[in-house]
């Protein structure tokens, strides 16, 4: 399909993260913008009242002293969290967003490292704390400091609501989940983050209502679940668990979700796993046929025929959103199949961190969309390169490499890809993972990957890798698949013919436990090599 050049989305263009809740609360005003269950409870928070909440607890750090301070806040999803968050960065402090799934020697090094001096955190990482040393504060204590920030509000204390925001200037420390190198504090300010904000809100049109399931502490999961939901008003259900995630999503009933591929890949298997035990899966196969045939001729009876997938997930849902790999093209067509759209992107966190959206009316799905408004993008020596006002300020105290990640005002990615005539985005690897062989052939280890994963379904992971100047795949594969081993080499020796031969797959290695991975669940690449 040609890429439709339709206009960008209207939407509100707060200037900083503090003229965005100004802007929530005069806008959207007693509107719901976050809820979740507490102890049983559903509780419901409006716009208004969650500014009020910021401005008590931010009153409260100011009290404390904390003015252009360093805090890091960790824990699971919460409202606490968010409140925290936006009582930092709108005092003129700087948040650091610590990885929940750290281990307490990894978040001493990022808490010492960008310099932090107060440790927010859940009652769940109360060890944590008190191995890292320096003074925090525990959120079971909340509601007691909101008091007090509203008490000292009530008694003129307005410091903080009468902070001015510099929008140019550092408002927050995210340390990359590198899967091969030590992770580096990327600096954003509150002008990065609100442009991402507003340019992924006018590129994809999203409807309204959304369970947050991916963490808050990976600008990704805050961008797309916290951000660009306040900007457009909707109410938020907080998903405090991935074990709770299909439990929270039939009873939130969102009309979107935003997911990791991993997830996409589980959610599509629940589908069809619920419908292999029901017994109906030639039944449902036909209703796609049949189905597909009427799309075509205008009539979509999707939502009525699938009815029953619906209600497992609530009945609205209309959209997943998923980025941070390729998408097997299946996965597309099967939700599509049944009514589900599935939209691709593509984000890095110096960039705040959403570059890339494919469009409402664009289907093509190799690509990770189209660049967003105000970015521009190019490739050089096959690196994907880009520039505007969401581009990072610098890698925090590290000179060396922030001048290595640019070449002028231009971000290198790091990232393999290209971008075609209608200006979408390919991205085929990581330029670091690239294996360059002896004979001066470059193979894109990501590639071969996809490849596998693609055509042999009994494999679960798969890490490419060369080794003794060839290529090798390390496979984690279907537990209670018979005689999977023997089905993924004879597989393999099958998609070997079509390929060149410095890029065949000389070695394959099987393992009996899943690969280690980031936070955001990439397999760490420098495992076993």
């Known amino acids: 399909m040609a890429n439709k050049k339709y206009p960008y989305y209207t939407v509100g263009e707060p200037t900083d993260l503090k003229d965005l809740i100004n802007y929530c609360t005069k806008t959207y005003g007693d509107k719901t913008a976050f809820w979740y269950k507490k102890k049983g409870t559903e509780v419901k928070i409006s716009f208004k009242q969650l500014q009020s909440d910021i401005n008590a607890f931010g009153t409260y750090l100011h009290s404390k002293g904390y003015r252009n301070a360093h805090i890091a806040v960790m824990g699971e999803n919460s409202y606490e969290w968010i409140v ?105 300010n509150h002008k990065n983050l609100a442009k991402d904000m507003i340019v992924s809100s006018k590129n994809l049109f999203v409807p309204e209502g959304t369970v947050a399931l991916l963490p808050f502490y990976h600008t990704f999961g805050f961008m797309a679940c916290v951000l660009c939901q306040m900007l457009k008003g909707y109410p938020v259900y907080i998903n405090t668990s991935l074990k709770r995630a299909f439990d929270d999503i039939k009873h939130a009933q969102p009309k979107h979700v935003s997911v990791v591929p991993m997830l996409l890949v589980a959610i599509y298997d629940k589908i069809w796993n619920n419908v292999r035990n029901q017994g109906k899966e030639n039944l449902f196969k036909t209703m796609i046929k049949i189905s597909n045939v009427l799309l075509k001729v205008g009539i979509d009876i999707r939502r009525v025929a699938f009815k029953q997938v619906f209600e497992a997930f609530g009945g609205n849902l209309e959209m997943l959103i998923t980025g941070g790999s390729a998408i097997d093209e299946k996965y597309i067509k099967g939700f599509r199949d049944i009514g589900i759209k599935v939209t691709n992107g593509y984000g890095i966190t110096e960039c705040s961190p959403i570059v890339a959206t494919m469009r409402n009316e664009h289907y093509a799905p190799a690509s990770v969309g189209a660049i967003h408004p105000e970015l521009e993008g190019r490739v050089v020596d096959g690196e994907v390169q880009i520039k505007g006002p969401t581009v990072f300020m610098g890698y925090y105290k590290n000179d060396v490499a922030t001048a290595e990640a640019f070449d002028e005002e231009w971000f290198k990615t790091g990232d393999l890809g290209s971008i075609d005539e209608d200006g979408l985005l390919y991205i085929t690897g990581r330029k670091k993972n690239l294996i360059i062989l002896s004979n001066g052939k470059n193979v894109v280890p990501e590639e071969l990957e996809t490849l596998i994963m693609n055509n042999i379904p009994v494999v679960k992971e798969v890490l490419v890798y060369g080794k003794n100047d060839s290529i090798t795949a390390e496979i984690f594969c279907d537990e209670e698949a018979e005689n999977a081993e023997s089905i993924i080499r004879e597989k393999i020796d099958m998609l070997n013919k079509d390929l060149p031969s410095y890029k065949q797959i000389a070695s394959v290695k099987f393992r009996d436990t899943e690969f280690p991975k980031t936070s955001t669940k990439k397999i760490r690449r420098n495992y076993g090599v």
């Open 84 to 188: 925290s968050y936006f009582a930092i960065v709108n005092g003129g402090n700087v948040v650091v967003p610590i990885d929940k799934e750290a281990n307490a020697e990894d978040v001493k090094f990022q808490l010492d490292k960008s310099d932090t001096t107060l440790f927010i955190h859940s009652n769940t990482y109360r060890d944590v704390a008190e191995f890292c040393g320096i003074e925090s504060i525990n959120m079971k204590d909340f509601a007691d400091l909101l008091n007090e920030g509203k008490e000292l509000i009530e008694k003129s204390e307005s410091s903080f609501i009468g902070t001015i925001i510099d929008k140019e200037k550092l408002c927050a420390i995210v340390f990359t989940s590198g899967t091969t190198a030590e992770p580096k504090g990327v600096m954003l």
